[in-house]
Nanobody, 118 residues
């Protein structure tokens, strides 16, 4: 059974930075594309960034491009999200998951809450 554990969320001010981490167990992590989803207040969970198994190709939604950076360490079964120039509209619960045709591959973890104060 695949387990996903997100961490690193918190309360930051507008313009601040934060790093999220997601550790994956129960699967051959390095062969799967991984992504970050978020669910903002009143909204649906949405995929906004992902990268391939080797990390050679990345995607960012325009809402985060230039501010967020996704990366992975296959030796640690961990995917990261470095966030900078945070905005109040980034507030939400952040989740990681495998990306299977832009859909989540496994059951969700608990996510990690990010709150950006104005």
């Amino acid at each position: 059974q695949v387990q996903l554990v997100e961490s690193g969320g918190g309360l930051v001010q507008t313009g601040g930075s934060l790093r999220l981490s997601c550790t994956v167990s129960g699967t051959n992590f390095r062969v799967f594309s991984m992504g970050w989803w978020r669910q903002r207040p009143g909204g649906q969970r949405e995929l906004f960034s992902h990268l391939t198994g080797g990390g050679e190709s990345t995607f960012y939604d325009r809402s985060v491009e230039g501010r967020f950076s996704i990366s992975r360490d296959n030796a640690k079964n961990t995917v990261y999200l470095d966030m900078s120039n945070l905005k109040p509209e980034d507030t939400g619960v952040y989740y990681c998951n495998g990306v299977f045709g832009e859909k989540p591959g496994w059951s969700w973890g608990r996510g990690t809450q990010l709150t950006v104060s104005s």
